[in-house]
């Protein structure tokens, strides 16, 4: 049996910087953020921790960070709160000295080592248990963590370093990686996503998943304008002969991550009001409160705004408020549901022009939601999904943001926007500290 002994977690880009804590997927395993100079990865038991740790660390950014940074950013929500690095933000003017926004592009690139350590190590482990559908199935998990991290990172900044081994020692060679263009940065992702669609078997839906990958393919494709594959990869993350009333609105989840008291959901403690035990510093815009047609059912699962339990508008998609600032709350995070697959296929079967197919595949969502039937045209479909999309997916991760922006929307809708803002700035401490790394354009606007 080869002992195989590395680093899970070390700096990369010469930070460090240390993965949240305590996700566990396995009943009675603790996941490995790191494994010191004296463990190892030598058996199915601790490769399945170092797969759940990548988990872990994933819920760094999925808990503050760039989750609300980008709705902020964009016109479904404002900030009210008083941190000056998020207020940036809110304003559109995001410093490269901004130490929150260093944070996020510190905490993708903590899930990329994390998985690429597993990826490097885990083929040369010597187990029994660990068949080679076994070992592939965890490598499926281990590179979509990677593709859906360099996913956000290469929208919010552009062209980005693109790591794919592990960094283990403090080394210029190591650390010293110049930005790759976006369109290899993208290529990589679309090849760790068909690997992963391939080969995950293991279907909890607090993990990544087969049917997972085919979702996050389709939403790849669709940011490429690539409607065919769009098309087909959503079309086989909903299955033959899907019904979306068989699902509840925010029930509906392809994959999702889960939390725990242990772990704790903070996301109810910045939405929530100071009547719930929040801290309110994020608030639903006037604009998406209005975005939601009479009658549509999801606004009251999307928002509170009638002033009886609190004095202020406030977000309901994260609702354990018995938490409070203790940061123990269990809301889950939805990263693929199945309105977001119908919605894609609604989008890219327009772009070809089978606006009969496209507004079947809108209508499932607004039926659900208790609407009537839209017929979407070659006129207004841009509009029509843009807004369905607003009023279904809205306050639960980056979509409003990237959406204006892929549709060249966003000047239009977000007050202030130029084109440099499309994207946010590499940090001014890692291109000081790497001498082969280049700001991306987006500043001095």
Known sequence: MKKIKAYLYLL????FFQACDGINLEEGLDPINSIPANGAINNIKSATAAV???????????????????????????????????FEFNNLNVQTSNSTNDGVFTNFYVVINNANNVIELLPEVDDPGLTPEVVNSFLGEARMARALSYFYLTEYYGDV?????????????????????????????????????????????????????????????????????ALAQAQKALGTDFDLSDYAYLTDEIMYLGF???????????????????????????????????????????????????????????????????????DPVMLFRYAEQLLIAAEAAAEM????????????????????????????????????????????????????RRRGKAADE?????TCNDIWPIPQRDIDRNPNLEQNGCCNC
């Open 52 to 86: 759940i740790g990548i988990y872990d660390a994933l819920q760094a950014n999925h808990t503050d960070g760039m989750l609300f940074l980008a709705q902020i950013y964009s016109d479904e929500a404002v900030f009210t709160g008083t941190f000056p690095t998020r």
């Open 414 to 418: 977000i007050p202030g926007y130029q």
């Open 161 to 229: 370093p693109l790591i794919l081994t592990p960094t283990r020692e403090v080394t210029a060679e190591a650390l010293n990686v110049p930005n790759s263009r976006q369109a290899d940065v993208y290529t990589q992702i679309i090849d760790d996503l068909k690997f992963a669609e391939s080969n995950i078997t293991q279907t909890n839906t607090k993990r990544f998943t087969s049917q997972a990958a085919s979702a996050m393919l389709a939403r790849a494709y669709l940011y490429q304008q690539d409607w065919s594959n």
């Open 353 to 404: 022009g089978d606006f009969t197919a496209a507004s079947g595949y809108i209508n499932q969502v607004r039926a659900r939601a208790g609407l009537g039937d839209v017929t979407l045209t070659a006129d207004n479909y841009v509009d029509m999904i843009l807004h369905e999309r607003m009023v279904e997916l809205g306050l639960e991760g980056p979509h409003r943001y990237f959406d204006l």
């Open 260 to 330: 725990t008291t242990a772990d704790g959901n903070v996301l109810n403690f910045w939405y929530g009001p100071a009547e719930l035990g929040g801290r309110h510093d994020v608030e639903p815009s006037a604009k998406y409160m209005a975005a939601f047609e009479e009658g549509d059912t999801r606004a009251a699962m999307s928002f509170d705004n009638s002033l009886t339990r609190a004095t202020v508008p406030f977000c309901v998609k994260y609702d354990d408020f018995s938490a409070g600032i203790s940061g123990t709350g269990t």
């Open 12 to 15: 990369v880009l010469a930070m």
